[in-house]
């Protein structure tokens, strides 16, 4: 005796894939909430089976076996060709991105977080020795761009109109997935013993948050670079303001020099 | 059978294709059909073999199902109406081997035909040619209702006897 003797005969029909119309809708609908009933399909498809089971019938040619086993080489085959070629092109696919969407300025930037991970790169890249040959290349050449900007001892020039006075100006170069920024700052007034420049990141919703402590050189000449800042942090635009050497936590008004995003 | 282990499928082939282009062929009554779908079963299988759960029956049962349904829809141009994981199949009986599956078969098909001959053709109308059941009704002039108990007795008879 089945539990729901009401859908017993349906049950019947649709083991054997013969209901249809609302009767079918109705039916599937309780089987949605029904264990009892399900088993009892089980229980009937079983049955249907045995009709299956009794049919008896030549066998079937005996090229359809190799014809089946050749079928399934050829899948297996194209399905490892498949998988290689997806793994290649996303990879390249990626770095090719990099450069493609980087003006100068994220290409720096890039290199001095690369730099920095340096490390982290070289254990990851060891497990994919074509895949090293060809990103190590290239992060030399990133090296290459980055390292008049970065290092302390190159020269730096700042080209003005000769018309007006040098003004200050800073250029700040931030990459936000990498937490990144380089910060470089020319033609700055210099401060009073004990004080320093603040830079500042203006977060789209929050208060502003800290990005480095600078004090220009006798030149006027500063730079930033990847100061810890939190994961993500959506920049509306940067500023400085003038604070004690050690740094503050908010910034102290008025605010001396801002930007926002080109 | 792991995925991509091509020795398993011969060998599943070897043990299960008789059942497999039996039914297709008294389904579609064409060899060239039956060996298409005979094909396309296993094919199924090696790409998808997580989709038998060895514990819930036997899958010589399950395949003669899902070959069965396979055929219907290739019978009637239907897109595959079930998934091939929708099917579960509790049968009891293996039916691995050859002597198994004749023995089983035999019963079976002295079940059908002890079975009164309105009953017998109602669900080999449904089984073998994918009727549904108004589509019964209509051919036999039997009203709808009739042809609905007649394939509920037809199944639990071959349960009882089957069991017995």
């Known amino acids: 005796m089945t539990p729901h003797e009401q859908f017993a005969d349906d049950l019947a029909l649709y083991a054997l894939n013969a209901l249809e119309g609302e009767n079918r809708a ?52 194209a399905q490892s060709r498949a998988q290689a070629a997806a793994q290649t092109t996303s990879a390249r696919k990626s770095w090719w991105g990099w450069l493609g969407w980087a003006a100068t300025a994220a290409v720096i930037l890039f290199a001095v977080s690369l730099w920095k991970e340096n490390e982290t790169l070289k254990r990851t890249l060891a497990s994919g020795r074509a895949q090293y040959t060809q990103t190590a290349n290239e992060l030399e050449d990133l090296r290459r761009i980055a390292a008049p900007i ?23 170069f931030y990459l936000k997935n990498r937490s990144s920024l380089v910060f470089v700052a020319n033609n700055m007034p210099p401060l009073p013993p004990q004080k320093a420049y603040e830079l500042w990141l203006i977060p789209v919703q929050g208060a502003p948050i800290p990005a480095g402590v600078f004090k220009p050189d006798a030149h006027g ?19 400085i303001t003038v604070e004690n ?12 020099m801002m930007g926002a995003g080109e | 059978m792991k995925s991509g282990d091509q020795r398993a499928v011969g060998e599943l082939y070897d043990r299960y294709s008789s059942v497999v282009y039996a039914v297709a062929l008294r389904v579609l009554g064409d060899t060239g059909a039956a060996e298409d779908v005979l094909q396309e079963v296993f094919l199924q299988l090696w790409r998808n073999p997580g ?59 002295g079940i059908l035909s002890a079975m009164p001959a309105p009953q017998r053709t109602a669900l080999e109308m449904a089984y073998f040619e994918g ?22 007795a037809g199944l639990t008879a071959l349960r009882k006897a089957f069991q017995a």
């Open chain 1, 245 to 256: 050497e050690a740094g503050a936590t908010s910034p102290t008004m008025p605010i001396v």
């Open chain 1, 150 to 172: 970065i290092a302390s001892e190159a020269q730096r020039i700042t080209l003005v109109s000769l018309k007006t006075p040098p003004q200050p100006q800073g250029k700040a």
């Open chain 2, 131 to 152: 009727m549904s059941h108004s589509e019964i009704a209509g051919k036999t002039g039997e009203p709808l209702g009739t042809i609905k108990t007649r394939i509920r």
């Open chain 2, 51 to 109: 989709a038998f759960d060895s514990a819930r029956g036997s899958l010589g049962a399950w395949l003669a199902v899902i070959t069965r349904n396979r055929a219907i829809d290739a019978l009637r141009r239907r897109r595959p109406e079930t998934d091939i994981e929708d099917v579960i199949v509790s049968v009891a009986p293996d039916l691995a081997s050859e002597a198994d599956r004749s023995r089983a078969a035999e019963k079976v098909r």
């Open chain 1, 221 to 239: 000449s500063a730079t930033v670079v990847n100061p810890p800042l939190p994961a993500n942090a959506e920049a509306k635009a940067f500023a």
């Open chain 1, 26 to 77: 109705a039916l599937e609908k309780h089987l949605a909430s029904c264990p009892e009933c399900r088993r009892e399909l089980e229980q009937l498809r079983g049955d249907g089976a045995l009709l299956a089971l009794s049919v008896t019938g030549p066998k079937p040619p005996l090229r359809a076996r190799q014809r089946l086993l050749d079928a399934v080489a050829k899948e297996a085959a």
